[in-house]
């Protein structure tokens, strides 16, 4: 099993541009999540979904948007990218329900806005 | 205040030493995770508690719920554990987490 996919590892994006952080599971996992992490601040929750067509805001949703049409892929989308948004992203998923089920996390995705 | 305090910050230990960090929550939680950070920034889970205690290696977690109180020790350490250690609850289906502890073991 590959676990979590998260590509691109790296992006440099110009302000404005658009861009998609795929991320992607083979683990039959309902729940996968977005976050993002910076220098001196714990892991934020971006978005997250509990299955297929179900998607809920995180405490960072801001400037993100996410789809899931599928239980393997859960992508995150930047309409209009800012330098607030340079970070690096994880994608991870879990088997669901409440607390349940260790974390699978994607490899990273760091995406520099200038 | 954050949902979710973790100490110390840092800590520089000898190989071989003890190794306890310590991770503290103000809400209800159904269940809290320890995870490692290593440079290069993968990030591995070591454990996921709901009560009690878990040990894997020379890894051990404990939870207390009443105390709102998690510690995750390491027997014996090693250069190779030098990592960043983070506390995360979850609540709601939504993860929290600590801003992490690095530990750097000295050979």
């Known amino acids: 099993n590959a676990g979590v996919t998260q590509t691109p590892k790296f992006q440099v994006l110009k302000t404005g541009q658009s861009m998609t952080l795929q991320c992607a599971q083979d683990m039959n996992h309902e729940y996968m999540s977005w976050y993002r992490q910076d220098p001196g601040m714990g892991l934020r929750l971006i978005h997250y979904?509990?299955?297929?067509?179900i998607t809920d805001q995180g405490e960072v949703p801001n400037g993100y948007n996410v789809s899931r049409s599928t239980t393997e892929d859960f992508p995150l989308r930047l309409l209009s990218a800012a330098p607030s948004q340079t970070s690096v992203y994880f994608c991870?998923?879990?088997?669901w329900g409440p607390g349940t089920g260790e974390l699978f996390f994607g490899e990273g995705s760091r995406l520099t806005v200038l | 205040k954050n949902e979710v305090e973790q100490s110390p910050q840092n800590l520089t230990a000898q190989e071989g030493e003890f190794i306890t960090i310590n991770c503290s929550y103000s809400v209800g939680i159904s269940a809290l995770h320890w995870l490692q950070q290593h440079p290069g920034g993968g990030i591995v889970s070591l454990f996921m508690l709901s009560s009690g205690k878990k040990k894997h290696g020379r890894l051990i977690a404990t939870i207390n719920i009443q105390e709102k109180h998690s510690s995750l020790h390491i027997t014996a350490s090693h250069p190779r554990d030098s990592a960043v250690y983070i506390c995360a609850v979850s609540r709601n289906e939504k993860l929290t987490f600590g801003t992490g502890t690095r530990l750097t073991i000295i050979p």
């Open positions: 979904s509990v299955g297929a067509g």
């Open positions: 991870a998923s879990r088997m």
